[in-house]
């Protein structure tokens, strides 16, 4: 059973936060999907993504975060620093999971809608390496998003995925609360009265991170039918 402790209490509404201030406009639901894994030498590997269904009256479709620099006409490296700040918090929950003799979970899936904020733990054995994390990908976005596989590989990708995964004996477990913060405040400031010349994006609360962050993350591109995924490595 989850201990949630009053330090994890507050790095839930940290990352809240963080994830409002990387979402751009007005949204209906958000899911995000973020694994760390321990490898020999204390070697930490993982990846992030989240995909967000914004509001609106006509056909809508799920934007994938790593397609926001491109859609709002956002510098994209200054964007990806944002990212960044969200990921080494969900490092800072599971490092509080591991300082409260909690077992340690290797990916969470964090899921917000209709004013509720869930958090799924899960403790499955992530072997990592490049197929593995494409099969994954497109299992989660078939039972989150419910988006179907499109052509034989990715329809192949999930039953590999299914046929190899390694389950952990611990079950799964997971945490719902409500939604306290307001979602318009918005760390992100985006100016579109000329984007080719003046867009930036600001980020306030760097003030407030005066603490370097130690750890690089390198993304590297792949192609899931022409859509942009960056996985994080972390060295």
């Not at 790593?66 to 964007?79: C, G, L, M, R």
């Not at 072997?127 to 988006?147: C, D, F, P, T």
């Not at 010349?197 to 991170?209: C, D, F, M």
């Amino acid at each position: 059973m989850l201990k949630n402790t009053k330090k994890i209490k507050e790095l839930y509404e940290d990352i809240q936060r963080k994830i409002f201030f990387a979402v751009p406009g007005n949204w209906d639901e958000l899911y995000l999907y973020a694994s760390i894994i321990n490898r020999l030498g204390n070697i930490q590997t993982g990846e992030m993504y989240f995909y967000f269904m914004p509001r609106g009256i006509l056909k809508r479709k799920f934007i994938n975060v790593y397609e926001v620099p491109a859609k709002y006409d956002i510098e994209e490296e200054e964007y990806l620093k944002l990212i960044e700040m969200l990921y080494n918090k969900i490092k800072e929950l599971r490092d509080e999971f591991e300082n409260t003799k909690q077992p340690v979970w290797s990916n969470i899936t964090i899921t917000i809608k209709n004013n509720r904020f869930k958090i799924e733990y899960n403790y499955d054995n992530l072997v990592g390496g490049q197929e593995a994390y494409y099969n994954h990908h497109i299992y989660w976005r078939y039972k989150y998003l419910k988006m179907e596989p499109h052509g034989k590989k990715e329809k192949n990708a999930i039953e590999q995925y299914l046929s190899t995964r390694s389950k952990s004996r611990k079950k799964d477990e997971e945490y719902e609360t409500g939604i306290y913060l307001k979602r318009k405040v918005n760390i992100v400031t985006y100016d579109t009265t000329d984007f080719k010349n003046t867009q930036r994006v600001e980020y306030l609360a760097r003030k407030a991170e005066t603490k370097q962050i130690k750890n690089q993350i390198l993304s590297n591109k792949n192609l899931i039918e022409r859509e942009e995924i960056k996985k994080w490595k972390i060295i």
